[in-house]
């Protein structure tokens, strides 16, 4: 990563980039102050009960009238319960230039792939940040050269992504952690150059009528890692990262018509011990305008299957989850999303509910929740099952 720094500075500084075209920049972004509030006491003695943290996260954006530009997002948050959730990272360190038929990104950067809403099947480019939210929504920069070629049958991305970020875990005293702490430090790799390895994507796009349509194969070390037992070095028993290299491929859909949006996201994987196949797909309406209030409700449903079954290491092996989106469409921009996640093989449930609201012009408050309903040994939310909790944020935005 420092590698990557550096060469972004030195494009900057050599005017090696748009010296003599002028220029517009913006600065923007946010300070949150958060609290977490638990419904129960931690299952283990060392872990705090609730915690409250603070966040930062400004943004420099700078763009050339040739339309390539620099994007700079640091992020940084303090937490008062859990060291490890203590961090820093750069979101986005990166400038893109833009040709006439084709455009490249070098640095730091965040790339999204999938449809669906609860499960993120394929989105596979960014590491994890699972110390900032239990949704695997938060993610970690990722240094990355990004070729993108433009064309009328569809749209060609290539990456070469230098250098491999590891996921973040809460630490001892932090909540919403397995029963045993994830090590780090003593964190292994199948391949011999460990971080230090390049890996490799390339993905095609299109949109087809009313189909969005992606499509790509992913090798290189695997985001996600597997926790093995171990020991640390005051010989007490914990998890050890283990990132195994793979291949994969990943396919997304996305039909709308009207109301109606279909998706699907499917993966077949080799490399992590078995060979796997995993999709998840699932179908939304909504009501536009309810009952002429001016109010939209969407409702979901989505199924997810992955073949390994009880060995699935994603949690989500034969799920079916329900939700329902509610937008005010007002001028303080008021949305609710509930949802259910209900495990079909051992029974256990989830209850989400994620709802936020603009106070002014640079206020956002924002609440969400988690309950564990049902738990069963056998299940991935096991080790939560007393950590149903409450988060509040409140955001400055400049």
């Known amino acids: 990563m420092k590698k990557i720094i550096i060469t972004i500075i030195l494009l900057l500084t050599s ?6 075209t002028p220029a ?15 419904l129960k006491d931690p299952i283990l003695n060392a872990q705090k009960r609730d ?32 060291k490890e959730r203590s961090h820093f990272d750069i979101r986005e360190l990166n400038y893109l230039h833009l040709a006439q038929n084709w455009e490249i990104r070098i640095g730091i950067g965040k790339v ?11 989105d596979i480019i960014n590491q994890t940040d ?12 990722q240094p990355m050269i990004h070729l993108s070629i433009p064309r009328d049958w569809g749209t060609v991305d290539m990456f070469v992504l ?89 396919l997304d859909l996305q039909k709308v018509t009207g109301p109606r949006l279909f998706k699907l996201e499917a993966a077949y994987r080799t490399g992590q011990e078995d060979d796997y196949f995993a999709t998840v797909c699932g179908f939304e309406y909504t009501f536009i305008n309810l009952k002429g209030t001016g109010i939209d409700l969407g409702i979901i449903t989505e199924t997810a299957y992955d073949e390994r079954g009880s060995d699935a290491t994603s949690g989500y092996n034969n799920d079916l989850m329900l939700g329902a989106r509610l937008s005010l469409n007002d001028a303080q921009s008021t949305e609710i999303l509930a949802g ?20 002014g012009s640079n206020w956002k408050a924002s609440i969400e929740a988690w309950i564990f309903t049902e738990s ?3 299940d991935a939310f096991y080790s939560l099952r007393d950590d149903s909790h409450v988060r509040f944020e409140l955001a400055f935005y400049f």
Not at 112 to 122: K, N, P, R
Not at 130 to 141: A, F, P, W, Y
């Open 15 to 20: 005017g090696a980039i748009q010296t003599a």
């Open 24 to 38: 517009t920049s913006e600065f923007s972004g946010y300070i949150a102050a958060e609290s977490r509030l638990f």
């Open 51 to 82: 915690s409250a943290s603070i966040a930062v996260r400004p943004e420099y954006y700078r763009e050339w009238d040739s339309g390539s530009s620099f994007t700079f997002v640091p992020f940084a948050r303090f937490d008062n319960a859990d």
């Open 112 to 122: 999204f792939w999938g449809a669906t809403e609860f499960v993120h099947l394929v």
């Open 130 to 141: 699972l110390v900032e939210s239990i949704t695997e929504e938060e993610k970690l920069g």
């Open 162 to 250: 230098p250098g491999f970020r590891e996921r973040s875990f809460p630490g001892e005293k932090g909540r919403l952690r397995s029963a045993r702490v994830v090590d780090t430090d003593k964190t292994q790799y199948e391949s011999s150059d460990k971080e230090r390895h390049v890996d490799f994507a390339i993905r095609y796009s299109r949109s087809i009528g009313n189909w969005d349509i992606g499509i790509y194969n992913f090798r290189g070390t695997d985001r996600e890692p597997l926790l093995q037992l171990g020991a640390n070095d005051n010989g007490e028993s914990v998890r050890i990262p283990y990132y195994s290299q793979i291949n994969q491929t990943g």
């Open 340 to 359: 259910l996640i209900h495990d079909i093989d051992t029974g256990s449930s989830v209850v989400t509910l994620e709802a936020s609201r603009r106070i």
């Open 376 to 378: 069963n040994e056998n």
